[in-house]
């Protein structure tokens, strides 16, 4: 696709559930991020994946958090036994292959917002 | 700890004004300056900023960065409903994450 998608647009849970919440990046985008965005805030960074490498997963705010892309494109994020403060947007970034460039912009996909009841 | 502060928090304008936006910056392994557009759903790219004291220009937005005061400004001249939407400036460090500033709410008015 020209974007990056993210699966489902909206969900519910009940607190206690367990999520998984898709993305699918940008064909050829060998970087992706998971961003959590609160109501009233900038996004915060959750963890970082190059290919199917996650070399940064100090965002994630507990053991309950989980993310994998073990294919190196498609990524999903796993919250357990889910909490009502895990309410928030989630959002995925994509970023370019690498190259001698110092840095490429980050396209985000239009995020999960996730509400726990 | 990496830190992204903006300011004004929210702004109210006329169509036709000119704003101005503030963002300072402060993180290890600085890399680049990004400004992003968000309206009610995910962020829009605007700017990337690598080059200190090097305007960049897309219709009526325009950015710089000044390396030296660790800092970021964004310009939209002739303002315009459509402009209404929350402004976002990041700040790229080690491993390419990108550290968020809490926004600025922009409200232009007819």
């Given at each position: 696709g020209a974007g990056v998608s993210q699966s489902p647009r909206y969900k519910v849970a009940k607190?206690?559930?367990?999520?998984?919440?898709r993305c699918d990046p940008i064909s050829g985008h060998?970087?992706?991020?998971?961003?959590?965005?609160?109501?009233?805030?900038?996004?915060?960074?959750l963890?970082?994946?190059?290919?199917?490498a996650q070399l940064d997963k100090s965002g994630l705010p507990s053991d309950r958090f989980f993310a994998e892309r073990p294919e190196g494109s498609v990524s999903t994020l796993k919250i357990q036994r889910t909490q009502q403060e895990d309410s928030a947007v989630y959002l995925?970034?994509?970023?370019?292959?690498?190259?001698?460039?110092i840095s490429y912009e980050q396209y985000f996909?239009?995020?999960t917002r996730l509400t726990v009841t | 700890?990496?830190?992204?502060?903006?300011?004004?928090?929210s702004l109210v304008v006329h169509e036709g004004d000119t704003v101005t936006l503030n963002c300072s910056y402060e993180v290890t392994n600085f890399r680049s300056l990004l400004w992003y557009k968000q309206e009610k759903k995910a962020p829009t790219f605007l700017f990337?900023?690598?080059?200190?004291?090097?305007?960049k220009k897309s219709g009526r937005l325009s950015s710089i960065l000044d390396k030296k005061e660790l800092s970021s400004i964004l310009n939209i001249t002739?303002?315009?409903?459509g402009d209404s939407a929350i402004y976002l400036c990041a700040a790229m460090g080690a491993n390419s994450k990108l550290t968020f500033g809490k926004g600025i709410t922009l409200s232009v008015r007819p």
């Open positions: 607190r206690g559930q367990d999520v998984a919440l060998v970087s992706l991020f998971w961003y959590q965005q609160a109501l009233g805030q900038g996004p915060e960074f963890t970082y994946f190059q290919n199917e995925c970034a994509t970023m370019k292959p690498l190259s001698g460039k996909g239009p995020g | 700890e990496d830190k992204v502060v903006q300011s004004p928090l990337m900023l690598t080059s200190s004291g090097i305007e002739a303002t315009q409903t």
